[in-house]
């Protein structure tokens, strides 16, 4: 036993004995229900402030002291029942007390510690946290919300979370802000711009979370962090990708003029051989000038400037002519239309002709050794559906959820098949961009079923 722990023994002791001696003072040696009381008294004491050893040292001594009074008379023992129930009653009853404070006490420590923890974490994060309430007010901020902003911790108490933002993302993170708010439980990931305290702007992943039911937060946790050297990075990249795609467009259409004129000629002159060369140069030039245009229509995604030709047309008309089109090309599958009621659409003839040529490209490209791709319709509920169903490799689960992200490609095919990984992003870019959506259903082995459906105006529907 160490020193410390010597002293709190003897402070107990100590304790106990002052207790025994104020009651001998007071009382005389009669009344062992009050010392049995200042007994209860001095092991609360010991308990909390010295600990539970010498509280239950302090319980014992008592129990010495009170056994002397109650079961001995003029130094002899002596037997008497109730004066040995009260003994033991004594005991029952401060162990529970020393039980149920040394609980309430390590509770109470654990949670402190626990509390301390997570504050020590929250504090010394480099993301921000705030707590703001429904009307905008900042009600608590971590050191990080100063550290990138700048504003002082000051300045900080009384603002509004709407001055933090850049004037022109205020409207929509507010639409962002409020359907959270709307819905409990509910949370978003959004990117937007904030003003700093010296004027200058940065880029920001916010992540607001409503716990307003949450009684111990009642407000919305904003989780943000500076990602303005990631957009940059991004941005001269997207830059980069569209300067390159657009340089080597004009050469390579040149090229591929070239190459069919070169095979114009072979095939006047007879050369089969030649002919075939050229007609393999001329696919990888196609392939070539495919990637390219997926590159650049996705740096004009991303900056924004994809920008739709709406016109109006039959829709059963644009499936029939592609369908046909890519048949001649792709005499390996079979493309069967299963085609519900014509309807007229007003959208981007062009561009939902590249997002159905993808669909079913794809389909035939990762089903080798299928025979057949189902290109199916159908009109229902002020929408049209289009699917287009495969009987390939498939997909799994755990890959689904990526598949219409940036560049992604299905891990297992990424050796045996060639491909960017834009197709399906920019598809169901296209699609959105038409107020419809994009989905897939999968099995691996068995084959996929892709489909996208486009909202129908009341007169399209009737066509
Ligand atoms: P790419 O085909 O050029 O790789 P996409 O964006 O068109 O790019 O497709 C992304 C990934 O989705 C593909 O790499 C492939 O792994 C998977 N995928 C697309 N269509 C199918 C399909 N019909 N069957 C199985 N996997 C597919």
Same mark, same amino acid.
């Given at each position: 036993m160490d020193r410390i722990s010597t002293v709190k023994y003897l402070i107990s002791l100590i304790l106990v004995l002052g207790a025994e001696y104020l009651k001998s003072l007071l009382l005389g040696s009669q009344e062992e229900g009050f010392s049995h009381l200042l007994f209860t008294g001095v092991i609360i004491l010991s308990l909390r402030f010295l600990g539970k050893g010498p509280a239950i040292f302090a319980l014992f001594v008592s129990a010495l002291i009170s056994f002397r009074g109650l079961m001995f008379k003029d130094g002899d023992p002596y037997w008497h029942t109730?004066? %040995? !129930?009260?003994?033991?009653?004594? !005991?029952?009853?401060?162990?529970?007390i020393i039980y149920i404070i040394d609980t309430y006490i390590r509770q109470t420590n654990e949670g402190l510690l626990k509390e301390k923890r997570f504050k020590t974490l929250i504090e010394e994060s480099s993301e921000a946290f705030m707590l703001v309430g429904v009307n905008g007010s900042v009600r608590y901020h971590n050191p990080a919300v100063h550290r990138i902003t700048g504003y002082t911790e000051e300045a900080l108490r009384t603002i509004s979370v709407w001055e933090l933002i +850049?004037?022109?993302?205020?409207?929509?993170? +507010?639409?962002? %802000?409020?359907k959270v708010a709307s819905h409990a439980g509910s949370s978003i990931t959004v990117q937007h711009r904030m003003k700093k305290a010296d004027g200058t702007f940065i880029w920001a992943e916010n992540a607001i979370a409503n716990h307003l039911d949450n009684k111990s937060i009642q407000a919305l946790v904003m989780n943000f962090k500076d990602i303005t050297g990631r957009i940059s990075h991004e941005q001269e990249m997207g830059d980069f990708l569209g300067i390159a795609s657009h340089e080597l467009k004009t050469p390579l259409t040149s090229l591929k003029a070239y190459t069919q004129v070169l095979e114009m000629r072979l095939k006047a002159e007879n050369n089969s051989s030649s002919i075939q060369l050229v007609s393999k140069m001329d696919k990888q030039i196609?392939?070539?000038?495919?990637?390219? %245009? @997926? !590159? =650049?229509?996705?740096? +004009?995604?991303? /900056?924004g400037i994809m920008y739709l030709k709406k016109e109006n047309f039959m829709l059963n008309d644009l499936l029939t002519e592609m369908a046909e089109n890519l048949g001649n090309v792709h005499t390996s599958h079979r493309i069967e239309l299963m085609? @519900? +009621?014509? *309807? /007229? =659409?007003?959208? @981007?003839r062009a561009r939902l002709?590249?997002? !159905?040529v993808n669909l079913v490209t794809n389909g035939i490209k990762y089903s080798p050794g299928g025979e057949k791709i189902i290109l199916q319709t159908r009109v229902e509920d002020?929408?049209?559906?289009? /699917? *287009?169903r495969d009987f390939g490799i498939g997909i799994s689960p755990l890959e689904i959820k990526n598949l219409f992200s940036r560049f992604y490609r299905v891990s297992s095919v990424r050796e045996s098949f060639q491909g960017l990984g834009l197709g399906l992003y920019i598809s169901n870019q296209i699609i959105e961009q038409h107020h419809g959506e994009?989905? *897939?259903?999968s099995e691996e082995n068995q084959g996929s079923r892709f489909w %996208?459906?486009?909202? =129908? /105006?009341?007169?399209e529907e009737q066509s």
């Open positions: 109730p004066h %040995f !129930l009260t003994w033991v009653l004594f !005991l029952a009853e401060n162990g529970l +850049k004037e022109e993302d205020v409207t929509t993170l +507010k639409e962002h %802000f409020f196609n392939r070539v000038i495919g990637m390219i %245009f @997926d !590159l =650049l229509d996705v740096t +004009k995604l991303q /900056s085609l @519900d +009621k014509n *309807v /007229s =659409l007003h959208a @981007d002709n590249q997002v !159905l002020g929408r049209v559906t289009v /699917s *287009v994009m989905g *897939v259903e %996208f459906y486009l909202p =129908l /105006s009341a007169a």
